[in-house]
């Protein structure tokens, strides 16, 4: 049977479908614009995101999506959108988040915006039990303020060596260096994560009074080698996370980048608990 190649379009999507097997399958491509809070309300955020969905059977599957750290892209989590079993199970979609879609672009720190810039997605979910959320670093704090400012499109949340605590997620000294240093010099990559990083304690601290409203099954993936993000994050979630059903794996001799390492690990719990 010949590949399907279907192009269909978000709001101001400028690029189509892509194809997938046995004309079932779709790995869409595309972008889209989510209103801003405050002042700028006309404003529009940039997001760029994957899709992949069977066609017959999009409308009964929970949607599940992949938010990245800071820097990052939608391309980070596409070994869990080749996952056949997750595939078999959820409509999932990965975002590149406001801010990333080009290197260069305007970085967007604020996480409530960042959190408007997912909306649109979420509503993208048809079964009902509302979209899951994963977060992978600085994306962990993205989906908790999205779970606290729309409860009622988020069905569970995934926090995968994620940041939380604002007693450790304050800037350290090369992020204060850092903001001295050029561009040309640091890389527009780590320039724009440094832009992100600086204003998060005080959100962090915002959020504090929020997290006993989220009531929803939740998992913690934490290697206790972190070093770019305090393994007693994941402490902080789960006593912050009172209302919820937490399911926590603490990884021994895992570090960071744990999402890749251990990807069958997390697949595997992600079905069992969601």
Not at 131 to 148: E, N
Request: aromatic residues 10%; neutral net charge; glycine residues 8%.
């Amino acid at each position: 049977m010949m590949p399907l190649i279907r192009l269909s379009f978000f709001p101001n999507s400028i690029l189509g479908a892509l194809f997938c097997s046995c004309s079932l399958l779709f790995i869409q491509y595309g972008w889209a614009g989510a209103e801003q809070n405050g002042a700028r309300q006309n404003d529009k955020f940039e997001i760029f995101f994957e899709e992949v969905y069977t066609n017959r059977t999009k409308g009964e599957k929970q949607l599940l999506i992949f938010v990245h750290g800071t820097p990052g892209s939608a391309s980070g989590f596409r070994g869990y959108l080749a996952d056949e079993n997750l595939r078999a199970r959820f409509h999932m979609i990965s975002v590149t988040r406001p801010g990333w879609v080009d290197p260069d672009s305007e970085k967007v720190p604020s996480l409530d915006h960042q959190a408007a810039a997912l909306e649109p997605l979420l509503k993208r979910d048809t079964s009902g039990r509302g979209a899951i959320l994963m977060g992978h670093s600085y994306g962990g704090p993205v989906i908790a303020r999205t779970a606290m400012d729309y409860p009622d499109l988020v069905g569970g949340l995934v926090f995968v060596a994620s940041t939380g605590d604002p007693d450790l997620s304050g800037p350290r000294w090369y992020n204060r260096f850092a903001v001295i240093l050029p561009k040309f010099l640091l890389g527009a990559q780590l320039k724009g994560a440094n832009q992100e990083i600086m204003p998060l304690k005080a959100q962090l601290e915002d959020m504090l009074p929020r997290w006993k409203n989220i009531k929803l099954p939740v998992l913690i993936v934490q290697g206790d080698k972190d070093k770019l993000v305090d393994p007693n994050n994941a402490l902080f979630l789960r006593e912050q996370l009172v209302n919820s059903k937490v399911t926590y794996l603490h990884r021994e001799g895992a570090g960071h980048f744990v999402l890749w390492e251990q990807s069958d690990l997390i697949s595997n719990t992600i079905l069992e608990i969601f």
